[in-house]
């Protein structure tokens, strides 16, 4: 899936994404953080302004439409893996893990970036370095395929 990214000089950026439906999703991002959601029936018509939302609901917005959430189809394959080598993962901490009781802080390497902990069935996406992993957690990543693998097998050992 293509997405089509234009600098509005003074405005900020304008992503156009091409949709199976026809339609197409444009959100344009205001230098200020504020977003604009907009649907074009085809890639000539007009859009229609849909919702305009805060920095921070947007970044809600994406982390809902990402699966962080709920992820309505069981797949062993939980990864997603955008542009070249950059993935997103959602790896669970076993009971065995050597990693239960230590801080998100301590234990993630600088390679990766953290998103958010799910713990005691809430999503943790703020102010959550120093929580200590649980057996049961579920660590959603970013990083390379190399980096998040290497971090999944860290958590993952029975060392």
Aim: charged share 25%; no cysteine; net charge negative.
């Amino acid at each position: 899936m293509d997405v089509s990214e234009t600098d509005l000089p003074g405005v900020g950026k304008k992503h156009e994404i091409a949709l199976r439906s026809g339609d197409h999703a444009v959100i344009l991002t205001h230098n200020s953080g504020k977003r604009e959601l907009m649907r074009k029936e085809d890639v000539d018509a007009d859009p229609e302004r849909l919702l305009e939302l805060t920095d921070q609901e947007s970044r809600v917005l994406g982390t809902v439409l990402e699966g962080a959430y709920f992820q309505p189809i069981e797949s062993d394959d939980d990864e997603t893996l955008f542009a070249d080598d950059l993935m997103i993962d959602w790896i669970t901490i076993l009971e065995s893990s050597p990693v239960i009781g230590d801080t998100v802080s301590a234990t993630a390497p600088d390679n990766i970036t953290v998103l958010a902990v799910y713990q005691n069935e809430e999503l943790i996406a703020d102010s959550f370095t120093e929580t200590a992993f649980q057996a049961g957690d579920t660590v959603i990543v970013a990083g390379t395929q190399d980096a998040v693998g290497r971090f999944d097998a860290q958590v993952s050992s029975n060392q």
